[in-house]
């Protein structure tokens, strides 16, 4: 039955790659609370000598302004993308695309808002 | 911030230490020492210390032998920082009372331990890649660079009162790291850990050359000397 165990490997592999990519939480958790904050409003252990504070993102009001492909471009291909702090990285190596998907939606979770 | 240091005696026979045997009993309590790099968040929350299974491709053996005997902490925020914050006035700070100290080993056996750590060198292909032009850059433009251009200062400290603290302090870096595993991992961090909170900066070769030549400088400035 070489097909059949073709399919069961096949299976095995994709089961994982479904493994491989982590949760939006713990990517925030490992990622953006060193600047963002544990609670997500900015004042992460990271921000002392900063010249840019971290986006609060708790913040409906300005998070409101920004669109899910501009949270997205952000994140994957650093602050400066979107004219903004070189202090935000790119993670465009750490992240696949469809966890930084998952991070926006994180995103849009913890500021209880949407774009627009 | 003030660093801490602090001299444990332990009374650890050099016999211990002979063949890697403490490698293999105290250090991988701590470090992994056989590989493979955390796959997974999950893993590297749980990480200790740094990974040592690549020891030989990254440390300075003369570096090893005397931060063993004499450990102080070069991570502010210890090696996963998400364990070591609280909530404080201001924001996160750093809950120093859930930092351990590495324990401090006797000349003899900080000598052996670094023996068997520069053996360990799975990555010699990487470090290989990497060339380091002799040249000079002045403290201003690197510092310029550090902080403006490339923005390291977020999560580095670059002089003991300034900078980042959930990832390693940077104005010792060339004193403990081979200038070739600088230049490798800033050009791609998740090549030796998957997991690394450092991000790719997509920095370019001229780039990487500026701040492994910066670091280097940095390291001996009298006020970083210790």
Same mark, same amino acid.
């Given at each position: 039955m ?27 958790k ?21 010249s ?18 501009t949270?997205f ?5 650093g602050?400066?993308s ?26 849009r ?6 774009f627009? | 911030?003030k ?12 016999a ?7 490698l /293999? ?6 470090h ?28 300075? /053996? ?13 991570r ?35 000598t ?27 403290? /201003? ?8 251009f490339?923005?390291c ?19 010792t ?16 961090? /998740? ?36």
């Open positions: 070489p097909t059949k165990f073709f399919l069961l490997l096949l299976l095995a592999v994709s089961s994982a790659q479904v493994q491989a990519k982590e949760t939006p939480a713990d990517n925030y490992a990622y953006c609370v060193q600047c963002h904050g544990s609670e997500g409003t900015g004042k992460g252990v990271n921000v002392r000598d900063m840019v504070v971290p986006r609060d993102h708790t913040d409906a009001k300005s998070m409101s302004a920004r669109s899910d492909e949270l471009k952000a994140i994957k291909e602050g400066t979107i004219n903004k702090s070189i202090l935000m990285p790119p993670w465009s190596a750490t992240l696949s695309d469809e966890e930084i998907n998952d991070l926006v939606q994180y995103l979770m913890l500021c209880k808002c949407k627009g | 911030m660093r801490v240091l602090i001299v444990v005696l332990l009374g650890l026979s050099a211990t230490f002979a063949e890697g045997g403490v /293999q009993g105290s250090c991988s309590s701590c992994n020492i056989k590989g493979p790099a955390a796959q997974t968040l999950k893993i590297a929350f749980e990480k200790k210390g740094p990974d040592l299974f690549y020891a030989g491709n990254k440390y300075r /053996q003369e570096w090893l032998v005397s931060w063993l005997q004499k450990p102080d902490r070069i502010p925020a210890g090696m996963y920082y998400g364990g070591h914050i609280k909530v404080g006035a201001k924001g996160d700070e750093i809950d120093t009372s859930t930092l351990m100290n590495h324990i401090a080993l006797s000349k003899a056996d900080a052996s331990v670094a023996a068997e750590l520069m053996k360990m060198k799975p990555h010699d292909d990487l470090i290989a890649k990497e060339k380091i032009e002799p040249g000079t850059i002045s403290m /201003q433009m690197g510092e310029m660079a550090f902080n403006k490339l923005g200062m977020a999560c580095h400290l670059i002089e003991p009162e300034y900078g980042g603290l959930s990832g390693p302090e940077l104005y870096a060339a004193k403990r790291l081979q200038p070739q595993y600088m230049a490798s991992f800033i050009r791609a961090p /998740q090549v030796w850990e998957p997991k690394s909170m450092m991000p790719n900066k997509n920095l370019s070769d001229a780039n990487i050359q500026k701040m492994v030549r910066y670091l280097e400088s940095l390291s001996k400035e009298a006020a970083n000397a210790n």
